[in-house]
């Protein structure tokens, strides 16, 4: 009679049910503790962006201001980085290509606000937050030209 090896040796070594439970208690807590943190990046991610905005348009708004010895009225808004204005005061030595490619929205997909002369210096510039109204705090907190260091 022929023997047939048996599929199961004797002694194999293999994972029990106790080490298995173990590792998924282990992931687990590992993912409690890691999750959150990660979660909360794309706020911090919106709000570094809405800072980096702010500067670049202001960097714009300054060059806007070197050729045409002012910064756009309010009215004129921040179309007048896009295309040349055709509400007085117009510029004289307006760029050609613009000062931006587009009418910049913040983060959350609203428009920034621009008031000039501004409260604060020559013109305001700021971003509503995540709740899109003035005020706010924490991830709803206003995102000012004038105040770029505070961090919520």
Known sequence: MIK???????GSSGFTLIEIMVVVV????LATLIIPKIMSRP??????????????????????RLD???YPTTEQGLQALVTKPQVEPIPRRWRQDGYLSKPPLDPWSNPYVYLSPGL?????????GADGMPGGEGKGADITSWNLDQAP
């Open 4 to 10: 047939h090896p048996s599929p199961i040796k004797s």
């Open 26 to 29: 282990i992931l687990g807590i």
């Open 43 to 64: 706020d911090e991610a919106r709000y570094t962006k809405a800072v980096l905005d702010i500067q670049s348009i202001g960097q714009a708004l300054d060059l806007y």
């Open 68 to 70: 045409n010895t002012q």
């Open 120 to 128: 604060h210096g020559n013109y305001d510039l700021l971003s509503l």
